[in-house]
């Protein structure tokens, strides 16, 4: 049934009532129980899968597509979706509620009160990412043709010929870290074997040994800086601003230091100093964000791994068949992308007015696609609400999302993934939840703080 | 019919391998998928369809 509409764009009262839908804003829906909120974003699936929601204190509201099939559409649709105009859900805040967590130059461009509700959000978005850096620019916010372009400097880190030659390394990390858990005794995995990607990510980059626990400390600020949310500490919102700060400024002395030494090696900072963008060197607000894609990579990942573990605790039937057929470990972690996903959900703006499932989309609108909710479509998966690590994926997940914008990590993100569930299956076959995992107050991506389990 | 890769927008995730062997490969050191037959028998059709349906680049299209 496709929901009526008022002039304001509101759903009709009649079929908002009956069921509590997700606060889609609000970090505190994302804390609770996984079966409530994935019940409460099934409701709003089957009763109004295209859905017109305006969040309490934002400036413009947004179209919530919670189907597979839609999202598939808009992500395959760049020209007539921009991602310019920003690319996730807080980006939509009232500016005058989240000021405080952009860099200055933002701030006056807010404050001159000449921009359109589209143009305040890519400002928004603009300013959260920059680490204060006013030519940063940005992979998530380009569209094509230039998007492609920014988009092939970074493909060279993360060619898939390199990732698959890393699995040897991979290895040695996660034996190095896996034996640190001590079998028996409760241990966080966030803070052990979670420390693998971050750890991998940043001898990626180039960043020096006796820099990487300083570096995924300046990183994992940068993470909550990509996140704009209202309800953010100050003092919080300080620290962050501040290490993000000091990550900006090191990624400058780092990419100096590699195009002064000169260097044909394969870590990214390597690798964009010997690039070109436009005939001549890549700038440097470019190549910060290039090493902020990675280091978003590192966090990322570091929250699959956690998922990944979380749902074979939750489901020891299924951990027991992958000790039997660890062939299937790949496949299990395409399914516990599926059940479990990081990033939760992506925005778009549509640039021309259109129709999805029923509801004319206007231009300028900014339309959110929910990858968690497409994962559990029951159009798309049968029992949905099972993690079956053996479900065949014929059809995609969407939690590296879909098309031009697809995660460009994908696939060193599940060669990771793979690597460390072979490597820790064979040592532990057992493990057991030790206490409730801590989820990220966090509406845009999900991850957990800490995951306390039993090995054995 | 006709099959179109865009390779500057592949990048080797090898799904459309799994999904239509005959006409997709990709070997550990490739960086891009090969498009082994642009002009497939029109019995393959189901599989491509799986195939572009499934690439995570959206970077198949078929004609025709």
Known sequence: ?456 | MKVILDELRCDAHGVCVSACPEVFDLDDDDDVVRLLDDQPDESLRASLVRAAQGCPKAAIKIEG
Not at chain 1, 57 to 70: D, I, M, N, P, Q
Not at chain 1, 412 to 435: I, S
Request: glycine residues 8%; negative net charge.
């Open chain 1, 1 to 456: 049934m496709a929901a009526t509409t008022d002039s304001t764009g509101s759903p009709g009262s009649s079929d908002a009532t009956a069921v509590t839908w997700p606060a889609w804003e609000s970090a505190a829906f994302y804390m609770q129980d996984p079966a409530v909120m994935y019940a409460s974003m099934a409701a709003q699936r089957q009763a109004a899968p295209v859905h017109w929601y305006e969040p309490p204190g934002y400036a413009t509201g947004l179209w919530v597509l919670s189907k597979w099939e839609h999202q598939r559409f808009v992500g395959s649709s760049p020209e007539r979706f921009s991602s310019w105009y920003g690319f996730a859900i807080g980006d939509a805040s009232d500016p005058a509620t989240v000021m405080h967590q952009l860099p200055e130059w933002a701030q006056e461009k807010l404050r001159a009160g000449n921009l359109s509700p589209a143009e305040v959000r890519h400002t928004v978005a603009h300013g959260k990412l920059s680490m204060g850096d006013p030519d940063f620019e940005s992979l998530m916010l380009a569209d094509p043709p230039r998007h492609g372009q920014i988009r092939s400097v970074l493909m060279k880190a993360l060619r898939p010929s390199l990732v698959r030659s890393l699995k040897a390394r991979i290895g040695e990390i996660a034996d190095e870290l896996i034996a640190e858990v001590e079998p028996g005794t409760e241990t966080d995995f966030v803070t052990t074997v979670g420390r693998i990607p971050a750890a991998l990510m940043t001898e990626l980059i180039g960043v020096p040994r006796d820099m990487r626990e300083r570096f995924i400390e300046m990183a994992s600020a940068q993470m909550k800086a990509i996140t704009i949310d209202p309800e953010r500490d100050p003092a919080e919102a300080e620290r962050v601003k501040r290490l993000v700060g000091e990550f900006h400024d090191y990624c400058e002395e780092l990419l100096a230091e590699r195009r002064k030494r000169g260097s044909d090696g394969d870590d990214l900072a390597s690798i964009i100093a010997r690039s070109e963008h436009d005939g001549g060197p890549v700038p440097t607000g470019a190549a910060i964000s290039y090493i902020h894609t990675f280091v978003n990579a590192g966090e990322t990942t570091r929250g699959l791994l956690s998922f990944v573990a979380l749902a074979l605790a939750e489901n020891p039937d299924q951990r027991r068949l992958l000790v039997e057929r660890p062939e299937l470990i790949g496949n299990a972690i395409e399914e516990s992308l599926r059940y479990y996903p990081i990033n939760w959900s992506g925005c778009r703006t549509a640039k021309q007015d259109l129709e999805i499932g029923g509801q004319a989309i206007r231009k300028d609108d900014f339309v959110m696609m929910v990858y968690a909710s497409a994962n559990r479509d029951e159009d798309v998966w049968d029992r949905p609400d099972e993690l079956d690590v053996t479900r065949s994926f014929d059809m995609d997940h969407q939690s590296f999302g879909h098309g031009e914008h697809s995660c460009p990590g994908a696939l060193l993100a599940r060669t990771d993934a793979a690597m460390v569930f072979e490597r820790l299956l064979a040592r532990f076959p057992d493990w057991e939840p030790a206490g409730e995992p801590q989820r990220w107050a966090n509406p845009f991506l999900q991850g957990l703080g800490t995951l306390p389990l039993r090995f054995g």
